[in-house]
């Protein structure tokens, strides 16, 4: 299983970004997909997932801004992210997992798969 993250980069408040999460060694409808972030100094924190089954989740921080997506055919991943603020700045990291829980998803420990994180920088 491989995940390589990609679209980072440095906006202005209210402007927007789209990641990429390349993947390999798995299909989507057999995993639990999904996007943390990491700031400087904290936790990393669970932003929004796909279940096996297609149903997006995402944290109250993110949800209305941000939409997760997945294009089996090109086995990538999204993270479209609309009105940043500078609080979304962070390091973001994709995810897979197989064994997944719903109740456990919002827990980074629970996931196995990682890519290597893209650095978004939202200046105000």
């Known amino acids: 299983v491989q995940l390589q993250a990609s679209g980072g980069g440095t906006v202005q408040a209210g402007d927007s970004l789209k990641l990429s999460c390349v993947t390999s060694?798995?299909?989507?409808?057999?995993?639990?997909i999904g996007w943390f972030r990491q700031a400087p100094g904290k936790e990393r924190e669970f932003v929004a997932a796909?279940?096996?089954?297609?149903?997006?989740v995402y944290s109250d921080s993110v949800k209305g801004r941000f939409t997760i997506s997945r294009d089996a055919a090109k086995t990538t991943m999204y993270l479209q992210m609309n009105s940043l603020k500078p609080e979304d700045t962070a390091v973001y990291f994709c995810?897979?997992?197989?064994?997944?829980?719903?109740?456990?998803?919002?827990?980074?420990?629970?996931?196995?798969?990682w890519g290597q994180g893209t650095l978004v920088t939202v200046s105000s």
């Open positions: 995810a897979a997992d197989r064994t997944l829980i719903l109740s456990s998803i919002r827990d980074p420990k629970q996931w196995d798969h």
């Open positions: 060694g798995f299909t989507f409808r057999n995993v639990y």
């Open positions: 796909i279940t096996k089954s297609g149903t997006t």
